[in-house]
């Protein structure tokens, strides 16, 4: 079967479009892989809509749409706290076709982004206007549907968020793992803690026994040292070739603990 692409002048357009026969395009980094492999045939839908490539203020946050690349993220200064994050993800033209939306689709061991969009409580903008929970997403990403945009909160300050990645490979490779930590603060305690993580699971995961040691509690050497010690409760590493179970179980409870070191 042939491969025919679509192309599509609005968002409504491109839902209506999508069937059982046929897949969405974005960025390409992941789909054009497929494509060429043979894996994926049929119809190839994608959308032209100028809403996918924008990002507006919205309300104490952001709207950042699907199809904003890593390389616009990375010269948007008003989204200077993602900046460590994707500028962590592959090389220059990686960056220039990988989208905010695609990532949210990458398997392990791709997936940083979307592991910082679960730690800061994203939603996702769904084609027919309707938000919803980046977890609710997690649950059963394969049959999501179209997502046009993504809602997320604008950190206070510098010491609100920070990512922390783990990889063999320096500066641009996989992720061993990754620690994505948003932590407000109120009169000194956290509230709202969450913590995202890559390579500890099947894919993005919060650390909630982790969050539930930090959650009001002030951020000191004696609550960092009980949440590193439960990032893994409940969780399953994989055993892949970048990483065992066991090493993976091992170094994660260090590497959380200078993340959540410097953000004192």
């Known amino acids: 079967m042939a491969v025919i692409i679509e192309k599509h002048a609005t968002i409504s357009e491109a839902q209506r479009a999508l069937g059982s026969d046929s897949v969405y395009l974005g960025g390409g980094t992941i789909l054009m892989r497929d494509i060429n492999a043979g894996v994926v045939q049929g119809r190839v839908i994608r959308s ?27 010269k948007h200064a008003e989204l200077a706290f993602l900046h460590p ?31 910082a969009l679960l730690a800061l409580g994203a939603r996702l903008v769904m084609a027919g206007g309707q938000a919803r929970p980046i977890e ?17 909160p604008r950190p ?35 509230r709202g803690v969450r913590i995202g993580c890559i390579g500890l699971g099947p894919g993005p995961l919060r650390a909630v026994s982790a969050e539930r040691a930090l959650e009001g509690q002030v951020l000191d050497q004696a609550s960092i040292s009980r949440a590193a010690q439960l990032v893994t409760d409940g969780m399953d590493p994989p055993t892949d070739a970048l990483a065992s179970s066991w090493y993976r179980r091992e170094v994660a409870s260090v590497h959380l603990k200078r993340l959540l070191e410097r953000m004192i």
């Open 156 to 190: 206070r300050d510098d010491r609100s968020f920070s990512f922390h990645k783990v990889s063999r490979v320096k500066p641009k490779g996989v992720s061993v793992m990754s620690f994505s930590v948003f932590l407000p603060r109120d009169a000194g305690r956290l």
């Open 85 to 115: 994050v994707v500028r962590a993800i592959g090389g220059p033209q990686i960056r220039n076709m990988a989208t905010i939306g695609g990532n949210l689709f990458a398997e392990p061991p791709y997936g940083d982004l979307a592991a």
């Open 48 to 74: 032209t809509d100028p809403a996918l490539t924008q990002v507006r203020p919205v309300g104490d946050g952001f709207e950042i749409g699907a199809g904003v690349t890593m390389t616009a993220i990375a």
């Open 136 to 152: 609710e997403f997690f649950r059963d990403r394969k049959r999501a549907g179209l997502i046009t945009a993504i809602q997320l």
